[in-house]
């Protein structure tokens, strides 16, 4: 399986904008860029999720590097709701089993009033 | 819709005792994923069902675990006989067909004394 590395941990302040780094140097071309956050006590949710090109939504922005084999997931002014684990997750986009989500350890972002 | 409902959110059983878990999916949604996570880690794939068909065990999976989901609704996960190390939150989640995010439930929090 395709793998992502993320820092473990990071720290924002309200109201900033918040980068949030992934390195997925063996990303395939069949692979689509996910986000999920896990705020605590909940289940995952779905933030956003891209393949080559920048995408945006309510949430977030996703970053996309022009090699692939790195992404960046911005929130645009953090608030105390959104501290949370955020995972990258590599999905193969031909679906079927080999599309099911495979967590790793994901960031914990921690954000001060 | 009220999105994906677990039940019952929180389990306390004896080691060597047999749990069921409920899962409620969202319903238009045919498929329905479980997963297992323990403290500090990401969530770990455990099985998928299309409509009532089981598609994919994990190795994690072992044969003390069963899932069903007979009528493509509402699925069950049983432990059979339940160990210290089945200690952990188990989530569901749904999608529909094709390529979209999965919609996670709240979890089922089973702690085995």
């Known amino acids: 399986d395709a793998k992502t590395t993320q820092p473990n941990s990071m720290e924002s302040n309200e109201e900033e904008p918040v980068h949030l780094p992934c390195n997925h140097s063996?990303?395939?071309?069949?692979?689509?860029i996910h986000w999920y956050r896990q705020l605590p006590s909940q289940g995952p949710e779905y933030v956003i999720h891209?393949?080559?090109s920048n995408v945006n939504n309510r949430m977030a922005s996703l970053a996309i590097a022009e090699d692939r084999k790195s992404s960046t997931l911005i929130l645009h002014r953090a608030t105390l709701r959104d501290a949370a684990v955020y995972y990258c997750i590599l999905r193969d986009g031909r679906g079927g089993s080999q599309g099911n989500l495979i967590f790793g350890k994901g960031t914990k972002l921690s954000v001060k009033p | 819709d009220t999105g994906v409902s677990q039940d019952p959110r929180h389990k306390i059983t004896k080691r060597g005792q047999n749990v069921t878990f409920r899962c409620d999916p969202i319903?238009?949604?045919?498929?329905l994923y479980w997963y297992r996570q323990t403290l500090g880690q990401g969530p770990e794939f455990l099985t998928y069902f299309q409509n009532e068909a089981q598609l994919e065990k994990s190795r994690l999976l072992s044969d003390r675990f069963s899932a069903e989901r007979p009528k493509g609704s509402f699925s069950t996960l049983e432990i059979q006989r339940t160990e210290q190390g089945d200690s952990a939150m188990y989530l569901c989640a749904s999608s529909p067909s094709g390529y979209y995010g999965y919609t996670f439930g709240s979890g089922t929090r089973l702690t085995v004394v």
């Open positions: 891209g393949l080559t």
């Open positions: 319903s238009e949604h045919n498929r």
């Open positions: 063996t990303i395939s071309g069949t692979d689509y």
